[in-house]
């Protein structure tokens, strides 16, 4: 990949330095009552994995972040329209006419399944090295030639429908361990170059987020400690996506800080 982990993280930390939400544009509601959220997104947000499902066709989970923090906060109005396999044209098809002029929450997780997560999650689950850094490299070319321009296009369509809504949008965690034994699941080095993979892909969006003038929520920091192969890991190693715990425990508290502008 063009971008190393060393420089990934400087242009990292300049994105996160400065990423902030307008006053002008992006209010957010002084109280619950005040609040109409919308979530949209892929399975990351829809919580694939995590059970307890009110819609099993799109894995839209009671225990996903967006119904947890609906709960805890009882907003005035609430609409799970993420979905799992969800790409950033499901989401303009589908998702965004959930978005008008009331709309004061958005969290938004898109951008995996566009890139090729899942044909290269296969590729490094179950062939060599090789053909593991092959599909992150074609991956990785997406991520910086085509990504961002779609991208943009997207968060000026959420901006247009929801002009006065706070949006969060969601990153991505690492999804492994790096170092040490995995016993059952993947090398040390296609481990070390998952998560390399994921550095672009959350660098990408992180900057995109910034430029639309809307808040990033790391998953990195949310899940260290908790990637597959720890003693308590919070993503399923079957699935690759998180649990019930991670949902609650890191993508729960990570929303809730960007949302509140902490």
Known sequence: ???TRSSGAALLAL?????????????????????RYAALGDSYASGTGAGDY???????????YPALWADANDPASFTFAACGGAKIPDVLSDQVDELDEDTTLV???????????????????????????RALETAGKYVVDQLPGELDSLYATVRARAPHAEVVIIGY???YKEGGLCLGGLSSAKRSAVNEGSDLLNETIAARAQAAGFA?????????????????????????HPTAEGHQS?????????????
């Open 15 to 35: 994105v996160l330095a400065s990423v902030a939400v307008p006053a002008s544009a992006s209010p957010t509601a002084t109280a619950s009552a005040d609040v």
């Open 107 to 133: 969290s938004l997780s898109i951008g995996g399944n566009d890139s090729g997560f899942a044909s290269t999650m296969l590729s490094c689950r179950y062939s060599t090295l090789s053909a593991c850094e």
């Open 250 to 262: 890191a993508y729960l508290p990570a929303f809730s800080a960007a949302a509140s502008g902490n």
């Open 216 to 240: 990033f929520a790391d998953g990195r920091p949310a899940f260290a400690g908790h990637e597959i192969c720890t003693s308590d890991a919070w993503i399923s190693g079957t699935n690759v």
């Open 54 to 64: 009110s819609d099993v066709a799109c894995t839209r989970s009671r225990n996903a």
């Open 173 to 175: 965690p690492y999804l």
């Open 1 to 3: 990949m063009s971008l």
